[in-house]
């Protein structure tokens, strides 16, 4: 049964007072002035991974043209206290939603960086955060007003909006989003390492979430009893957090298997997780994931895989496995990315880590339309986080440091929907990194994000770079690796770019820099033209 918490749960909600210092230290201007009202959805937003449920990670609308990103420049910066940061910022009606790796999830303004609220999970977490209005608006019987007269009408009570993400120890939560109040809390996985890497998708009244795992990293302890934990997905209410179905990606619950020869316990079936945000494909009423790998007791026929479940029930449709004949298992940490053709049909689209791209056919179970290297010959680079796509293109970063062995060299290639030809590839530029030679890769790491005529990438060097749609050519380029003067007065640094990708609303353009995998850091930064 799900663990479902009631909104005043002391398990988290900040007060704005918490962010306030003690008594007779110095009080910095953190807090907004006014205290946000309800959040309304339709306006300009970028909401979640993806932006889009198809998980296109396009900005169609973003108040900024190509001709003017040679002239973005910092706007503010906010700095994360004491920890890093991997979660991508989300944008809905003028708030920015974003959270630290130590789980504490903020709410920002989204055009001066001020505080409204924050809210302390119980583990880390490094979701994108979606927002959601919870139901329609309720009617409400007025007060009595003075002298025993009452309004001729009923209020209109606006219902709560809900931001949702999921942390490091398998639990999904759901917030007012006006407020960081507690709505409800569900344990997906009670799995000691299950967690939610990938940010929940919210269509219609469900959320649909995948669950991971740290158990690898675990596993290379040698006494470690490996593994039990089986990946899945599931579908919650969105109101409520009630599971409404979960679907495993290994059929058989793990049992004990022969110790090793050190006589150190072993289970299995076990692994496939799944790292990435589900796509929504609602003309099919279909849900697509990438999968990872499976540890132990043999061939698993979701492992490596793009699958479709159904959107009501979960029950498998197809699964298509995509192990790369050259890397062996090789699994997916992109999300899927479903898009239309000029001719109307329709394309799945499917990044590999290890470099390999595929366009799957999602009226044929999957079946490969077209498939390539999006690296360049002889040079090992892979897939991280995650492509974007345009109409007319998908913008891959490529990874040196996913290759085997890894190397310190990173890329952005563009590819034809329709057939997968190269349009394009451009290398980072191999700069020196600002802090020396420690850790200085120029992988492309970071997910990738669009525009009409820009696509934004993120270099483990520090380099956050704007590349032409049209012939890769670097349009700007912005070393983040360097300390800034943050509006809530926390020291912020910046480092290596890495994991959740650039989101653009308004005409600014905001992204995290610091990654535990490169040069640590604690900054989230806002560009726009000219710093305005």
């Known amino acids: 049964m799900p663990a479902v918490l009631a909104a005043a749960s002391a398990l988290g909600a900040v007060a704005r007072a918490a962010e306030q210092p003690s008594a007779g230290t110095p009080q910095p201007q953190i807090l907004c002035p006014d205290r946000a009202g309800p959040v309304a959805l339709g306006s300009a937003q970028w909401n979640g991974w993806g932006h889009d449920v198809e998980n296109t990670r396009y900005q169609s609308e973003p108040a900024l043209r190509a ?41 920002l303004d989204a055009k001066t960086g001020c505080t409204y609220w924050t809210y302390d999970a119980q583990a880390g977490v490094r979701t994108a955060i979606s927002i959601a209005e919870l139901a329609a608006a309720r ?74 795992s740290s158990e690898p990293e675990s596993a290379a302890d ?83 895989a793009v699958i479709a479940l ?30 239309t053709l000029a001719s109307g049909k329709q394309v799945i689209l499917a990044a590999q880590r290890s470099g390999t791209v595929y366009g799957l056919d999602p009226d044929h179970a999957g079946d490969i339309l077209w498939q390539v290297s999006a690296a360049e010959e002889k040079i090992p680079e892979g897939v991280a986080w995650g492509p974007a796509a345009d109409h007319h293109s998908l913008y891959v970063a490529l990874s040196g440091l996913t290759a085997e062995p890894p190397s310190l060299t990173g890329s952005v290639t563009s590819l034809d929907i329709r057939s997968g030809g190269k349009r394009w590839q451009t290398r980072a530029p191999a700069v020196a990194c600002s802090w020396g030679g420690e850790k200085c890769s120029h992988a492309q790491a970071q997910a990738v994000t669009v525009i009409p005529g ?79």
């Open 222 to 304: 040698p006494l470690y009893a490996c593994c039990t934990f089986r990946g899945s997905v599931a579908a919650l209410d969105i109101a409520t957090g009630r599971v409404v179905w979960r679907t495993y990606t290994i059929a058989d619950e793990p049992r004990a298997m022969p110790p090793d020869a050190a006589g150190t316990p072993r289970f299995g079936p076990a692994g496939v997780p799944v790292a990435a945000a589900p796509t929504i494909d609602s003309n099919r009423g279909a849900v697509y994931v990438a999968t990872g790998a499976a540890r132990n007791a043999g061939e698993q026929p979701l492992a490596d």
């Open 139 to 212: 009617a409400v019987r007025p007060k009595k007003a003075k002298r025993g007269k009452t309004n001729a009408h009923l209020d209109v009570q606006k219902p709560p909006s809900a931001a949702f993400f999921g942390d490091d120890k398998g639990a999904v939560y759901a917030l007012d989003a006006e407020r960081g109040t507690l709505l409800w809390k569900t344990q997906i996985d009670a799995q000691p390492t299950a967690r939610i890497q990938a940010a929940p998708t919210l269509y219609k009244d469900r959320l649909y979430v995948a669950v991971a």
């Open 454 to 532: 820009a696509a934004f990438s993120g270099s483990m060097d520090g380099h956050f770079r704007a590349y032409s749609t049209i012939d890769g050519k670097i349009l700007w380029d912005y070393d983040t690796a360097r300390d800034f003067a943050a509006v809530n007065q926390v020291k912020a640094s910046g480092g290596s770019l890495d994991q959740g990708g650039a989101t653009i609303v308004n005409g600014v353009v905001y992204v995290n820099s610091g990654s535990a995998q490169g040069l640590p850091g604690n900054a989230l930064l806002a560009f726009s033209v000219d710093g305005k």
């Open 67 to 107: 001709a003017d990103i040679p002239k973005l420049a910092l706007k503010w910066s906010f700095g994360f206290p004491g920890t890093s940061v991997s979660a991508q910022p989300s944008i809905a009606d003028g708030r920015l939603f974003v959270a630290n790796a130590a789980g504490r999830v903020y709410a």
């Open 310 to 339: 159904n959107l009501s029930d979960g029950a498998l449709r197809w699964a298509k496995p995509l192990s790369s004949p050259a890397h062996g298992g090789a699994g997916f940490d992109a999300s899927p990315i479903l898009r």
